[in-house]
């Protein structure tokens, strides 16, 4: 039985598959090899990390050069209007300024006095003022107009006598060609539950048309005027 032939159906045996499974086997070590290191870098970048500082550069901001440069300005660096007590050393290249002396009070008072005796100068003559001209006669002052009516005009309503009489001094200066001649009557009248008022009036006008044409030029000067009916 065992020279006997095997039949044909059966397939061969074959060796040739070794070299793929070794492949594959080191395809999967590289595979995982990859897959450890960068799980290690993800984890090694998410850990803590330490926030950078920012320091300020020690070097001096500015450095004043030992030529500046520029007009030569004499005593420019000295310190003339500091106090006594804040003088420190003069700056480098600054001249001090020289210790100024005391005024001699005594030497002044004697430039200033006058000497003790003067020569008063001769009086001179006045000099002889020709006469004026003989010009055109001044006119004379328009005469006061008469007062001769019985019409009255009421001039205003002050809360004093004080004040009506201020008020026909006011209307004096602001019209006095029309208030010439004439005199204030300051009449108290008497109001219940209230202060008195004092009437300030004038007469004089012959008629009510001469006191309308009165208060009228007076309104136009400033003042109050209404003609009282007789």
Avoid: H
């Avoid at 993800?42 to 004043?64: H, M, N, Q, T, Y």
């Avoid at 201020?166 to 208030?179: Q, S």
């Amino acid at each position: 039985m065992s020279d006997a032939i095997m039949p044909s159906w059966r397939p061969a045996r074959r060796d040739s598959a070794a070299p793929w499974l070794m492949l594959g086997l080191a395809g999967i070590l590289l595979a995982l090899v990859g897959l450890g290191g960068g799980a290690w870098y993800l984890w090694a970048s998410a850990g803590p990390r330490s926030v950078p500082v920012i320091e300020a550069d020690p070097r001096p901001f500015k450095i004043r050069p030992d030529d500046p440069g520029g007009t030569r300005v004499p005593n420019q660096d000295s310190m003339a209007l500091a106090r006594p007590g804040e003088r420190g050393a003069p700056p480098r290249g600054a001249t001090p300024l020289p210790v100024q002396e005391a005024p001699a009070i005594d030497r002044l008072r004697e430039v200033v006095q006058p000497p003790a005796a003067l020569v008063a100068p001769a009086p001179v003559a006045p000099r002889p003022q020709p006469a004026p001209a003989a010009g055109p006669a001044a006119p004379a002052p328009a005469p006061a107009p008469a007062v001769a009516g019985r019409q009255t005009v009421q001039l205003g309503a002050l809360a004093s006598a004080e004040a009506a009489r201020a008020e026909w001094d006011r209307l004096a200066a602001r019209a006095p060609e029309l208030m010439r001649g004439r005199t204030p009557q300051i009449m108290r009248l008497e109001r219940e539950g209230a202060t008195p008022l004092f009437r300030l009036r004038t007469t004089g006008f012959v008629d009510a048309e001469a006191a309308r044409n009165f208060c009228e030029q007076l309104r136009a000067r400033g003042g109050a005027c209404v003609p009282i009916r007789g």
